[in-house]
């Protein structure tokens, strides 16, 4: 592991570096009365972060902000962004992901293209898997997704969604469980489905919200009528709540489930950890076709720009969720540091140290976790 106080050191002189382009208000927030003075803005910033799955991460993201609201007081901003990024680990991410508000939030619409050559590791497929991984393999993978939403109430989206991902695995190692072709997706494919989405939105901003709810209910079907190489279905539920605190502090909770049926490639099974969801496990340590998990976090406002957090959760995978056991549930807890990016308050970087059941991680990177 490289030396975090030095990694940590450089991590904020680029922050400290990245001055904003204009002084529009930023992220999802509803927007102020509109004025003349409202334009677009664009801003770029250098990437450096460290996960355990990656170790030391960089390259560069941006982000353009617009609006459509022609004069409207209730259309929240547009943008387009993008994301390059190399890691210390040899994997190579490439992403770009507009996300597009209609005047007064009638219509939405965004998406994605992506490729991403990712070597990691394997360490099997349930809820008792070692503590070291078994294997190591690489999947190549060009994906692309579009969903279009449109608003029903204030609150409500209801829209369809499009999905598309081709992998090939690379490399793996001789005589194991993947090189063996046991498994659905040992030897890469194409998965192509359309869905359904449901989501109420009361936050008061989607970058940095400090009240209100989001649930993102989403059904997705994957089928060789849609050219796909494997047949299952796919459903999520992802509920978050925000409470203001004593003064600029939030209580922030997060309920997710993700269940599969079918024949499910291994490298598209739910994947418990990583530095979103049950912080401090490996990201795909833990990997089957349910996943269960809640977490919640206080996040408070030390001085100006610095901030801090304490968090914990509680999740599981299994092979289906009325196979789901509480003696298989997994905890995680840890605490960190926020520095505040954008002066409008519309993205942080963060800092993390996280604990698992015989597990830990230190995660440097930006954007809340939820």
Known sequence: MPDVRRLLGALLLICAAALPASSQEAGGQAPPAASSSDKPYFIVLPVVYYTPETRVAFGAAGEYNFSFDGGARDTRPSSLGFIFIYTQNRQTQLEMKPEIYLPRDGYSIDGGLKYELMPQNFYGIGPAVPADPVEKFTPRSFGASASLRKRLTKRLFVGVQYDFDHTGIVTVEPGGQIDSGAMPGSQGGTVSGIGAILKVDSRDNVQFP?????????????????GSDYGYTRTRADYRSYWPARGRDVVAVQAFVEAMTGDVPFYRLARLGGQSMMRGYYRGQYRDKALVAIQGEYR?????????????????????????RATNVLPSAGAGIRFR??????????????????????????????
């Not at 400090?210 to 060789?224: C, I, N, P, S």
């Not at 408070?300 to 196979?323: D, H, M, N, P, Y």
């Open 210 to 226: 400090r009240r209100g709810r989001h649930l993102a209910f989403t059904f997705d079907g994957y089928a060789a009528a849609f």
């Open 341 to 370: 990016l954008d002066s409008r308050g519309g993205m942080n970087f963060r800092t993390d140290f996280a604990w698992g059941r015989s597990t830990h991680g230190v995660y440097f990177t930006v954007q809340e976790a939820f």
């Open 300 to 324: 408070a406002q030390i001085w100006k720009r610095i901030g801090a957090a304490v968090f914990a959760g509680l999740g599981e995978v299994c092979g289906g969720l009325s196979t789901c």
